[in-house]
């Protein structure tokens, strides 16, 4: 009997990990579209970065790396998971406002916006000819 309540204990933890939750710390960067925050992988959502095989993501990856060297990040996960990274929405303080770190990257064109999971939210961010310029995923 104890064994049975055990196990329903560790399964109702672990479904309450998978539901929305938020992390904050600090960063490091896999690449342009994903970030480990205080232990956490973070699949940025809605957003398509070239991989890390190709000098655009490369160029990408490291700009990531300046734009959170030292920050705090703060990201609103959906409960959702792709391969072992989380997917979730992501900020950093800028001069006292908290900004969307996808709708950074985008606008500066090292990424572009993937509507089918961004409902095309970063879209407007996209500068003249990224699309020309970055290859898109082909789930996007």
């Known amino acids: 009997m104890f064994r049975l309540i055990l196990a329903c204990f560790v399964l109702a933890l672990s479904m309450e990990t998978a539901y929305a939750r938020q992390v904050s710390g600090s960063a490091k960067v896999r690449d342009a579209d994903t970030i480990v925050v205080s232990g956490t992988p973070v699949r940025l959502n809605g957003i398509d970065a070239p991989e890390n095989s190709t000098l655009a993501g490369r160029d990408a990856t490291n700009f990531m790396r300046r734009l959170l060297r030292g920050e705090t990040v703060v990201c609103s996960l959906n409960g959702e998971k792709t391969y072992d990274r989380w997917v979730g929405v992501c900020y950093i303080d800028v001069d006292g406002d908290w900004r969307d770190i996808g709708a950074i990257v985008v606008g500066n064109g090292h990424a572009l916006d993937c509507r089918r999971y961004s409902d095309g939210r970063y879209r407007s ?12 995923a082909t789930y996007c």
Do not use: I, K, M, T
Not at 125 to 136: D, H, M, N
């Open 125 to 136: 961010f996209e500068p003249s000819g990224a699309r020309q310029r970055l290859r898109q």
